[in-house]
């Protein structure tokens, strides 16, 4: 699933490959249940006569989702689910499995949505309505988009009383972690997953802020991180390499790579977490 770093990743070549160009024309397949991923719009020709000969002006992220802001009042809203992916293709490459949107540039290709689960979401709407839309901002941290001074932070941390993975975890706290960058953010610190969020010292806090932005900061470096089913890949095609640098996730029986103490896997819950006994406490 793409979290919150490959979001930003493909953000960031849309930004490149994208912006200033022109949409020629935008074709929702026939055959391919391809209304489902724009189920908000009841026709294929209304989100085709809203993005035909539209520019792009800025791609923006709120969240995991990603805003193409159109020069004729409207915005393209895209959130890939579990699942999905956008590529930059040229329009004579073959059409892939499970792509479902087609959108051409009057210069330069194509892009395509790809969907095999078909849970992600496109519609366009007017940036107008956009304040009137709760779910986009349903979180109170984006580490990406700004820095929240670790007071604040902490403060946040004083209000729950949860544990350190279910908080992590939530996406209404911080948005999309998921297991992995939870893991490494908690390794980092130094924090067990069991601990209490209302229970951690300044010290700990200030560890734990440190971790958080740092291990985002250098998987957005990395371009994201490739693993599960499907695989994560960039607007090009290309994998992300953080993955190559996880010191926890799915590491267990393995020598950890500060301590050489063996990493170990535990479950609570729904949640199952990798760690080393020994660096975290």
């Known amino acids: 699933m793409p979290e919150l770093v490959e979001i930003e ?4 070549d849309l930004e490149k490959e994208i912006v200033g160009r022109r949409i020629k024309d935008a074709e929702i397949r026939p055959g391919t249940n391809a209304m489902k991923v724009v189920r908000r719009h009841g026709r294929r020709k ?63 290709g194509q892009m395509r949505y790809l969907d095999p689960l078909k849970k992600g979401e496109i519609f366009v709407t007017k940036r107008s309505e956009l304040e009137g839309m709760d779910d986009l901002r349903a979180f109170l941290i984006d580490p ?18 949860m544990s350190m993975k279910s908080l992590l975890m939530d996406e209404t706290f911080i948005v999309g972690l998921g297991d992995i960058y939870s893991d490494e953010i908690l390794f ?43 695989d994560f890949v960039d607007l090009h095609g290309d994998p992300g390499q953080y993955q190559l640098e996880l010191k926890v996730f799915e590491r267990e029986g393995e020598p950890c790579r500060r301590c050489r103490n063996t990493v170990i896997r535990e479950k609570d819950g729904k949640y199952t977490t990798y760690l080393c006994p020994q660096c975290q406490t």
């Open 9 to 12: 990743v493909i953000r960031r």
């Open 46 to 108: 209304e989100v085709q006569e809203l993005l035909e000969g539209a520019k792009v002006e800025k791609v923006e992220r709120v969240g995991k989702k990603i805003l193409f802001d159109l020069d004729n009042d409207h915005v393209m809203i895209v959130d890939l689910g579990p699942a999905g992916l956008l590529r930059k293709t040229s329009a004579s490459d073959e059409i892939a499995p499970h792509t479902h949107i087609v959108i051409g540039f009057t210069i330069g």
């Open 188 to 230: 980092s610190a130094g924090i067990r997953w069991d601990r209490i969020s209302n229970q951690l010292s300044s010290q700990d806090v200030r560890r734990l802020y440190r971790a958080l932005m740092e291990t985002l900061q250098d998987a957005v470096k990395a371009r994201g991180t490739t693993y599960g089913e499907p």
């Open 144 to 161: 990406l988009e700004q820095q929240v001074a670790w007071q604040h932070f902490s403060q946040l941390l004083q209000d729950k009383e």
